[in-house]
T-cell receptor
Framework: EAQVTQNPRYLITVTGKKLTVTCSQN?????MSWYRQDPGLGLRQIYY???????DKGDVPEGYKVSRKEKRNFPLILESPSPNQTSLYFC????????????FGPGTRLLVL | AQSVTQPDIHITVSEGASLELRCNYS??????LFWYVQSPGQGLQLLLK????DTLVQGIKGFEAEFKRSQSSFNLRKPSVHWSDAAEYFC?????????????WGLGTSLAVNP
């Protein structure tokens, strides 16, 4: 089944404790992206990647890191999480050709205490 | 500036009633237009898209949308709503060009369905 998977789905952590949220897609898509969703603010792009070893900032990159060592994986790293990073995070992937239709993972709900 | 406006934050309809969710956009280039749905606890799922051609497009779950260039609108419609349609609906616009190829997202419309 073609899909985007994220792990974990739910995470509670404390300020300053490094964490990684994994994202994997099995559709051989070139593009991958991380979004955060907050009430009243909609979806905001954190980082995106055009292909292996090619990443760039989105609209709200501060406090986040990403890497794209393999085409299928695009982990999101919070090296020192803060309470303002409490949010719902989505990973998405899409192909270079295909009109920009994005395929989303199920989301990761993060609470930083 | 590029933007997408969904004027209705929250809408409540009765089951079986018709539905129209509004979407207006501001975009310099010829846009690709999308509607996504987010059910509670789920990721976003594509309902329908418009790239070119017929301005009335059909999607999944009985939804349709009409692209009106003169009004910069892409409203979503359904003739008869089901209780399972209760969800958050997002309109998005892009043009599949450039490095990012990102979508510009509206803030969403939350749909509640009364039995």
């Amino acid at each position: 089944e073609a899909q985007v998977t994220q792990n974990p789905r739910y995470l509670i952590t404390v300020t300053g404790k490094k964490l990684t949220v994994t994202c994997s897609q099995n559709m051989n898509h070139e593009y991958m992206s991380w979004y955060r969703q907050d009430p009243g603010l909609g979806l905001r792009q954190i980082y995106y990647s055009m292909n292996v070893e090619v990443t760039d900032k989105g609209d709200v990159p501060e406090g986040y890191k990403v890497s794209r060592k393999e085409k299928r994986n695009f982990p999101l790293i919070l090296e020192s999480p803060s309470p303002n990073q409490t949010s719902l995070y989505f990973c998405a992937s899409w192909p270079l050709a295909g009109g920009g239709i994005q395929y989303f993972g199920p989301g990761t709900r993060l609470l930083v205490l | 500036a590029q933007s997408v406006t969904q004027p209705d934050i929250h809408i409540t309809v009765s089951e079986g009633a018709s539905l129209e969710l509004r979407c207006n956009y501001s975009y310099g280039a010829t846009p690709y237009l999308f509607w996504y749905v987010q059910s509670p606890g789920q990721g976003l799922q594509l309902l329908l898209k418009y790239f070119s051609g017929d301005t009335l497009v059909q999607g999944i779950k009985g939804f349709e949308a009409e692209f009106k260039r003169s009004q910069s609108s892409f409203n979503l419609r359904k003739p008869s709503v089901h209780w399972s349609d209760a969800a958050e609906y997002f309109c998005a616009v892009g043009n599949n060009a450039g490095n990012n190829r990102k979508l510009i997202w509206g803030l969403g419309t939350s749909l509640a369905v009364n039995p």
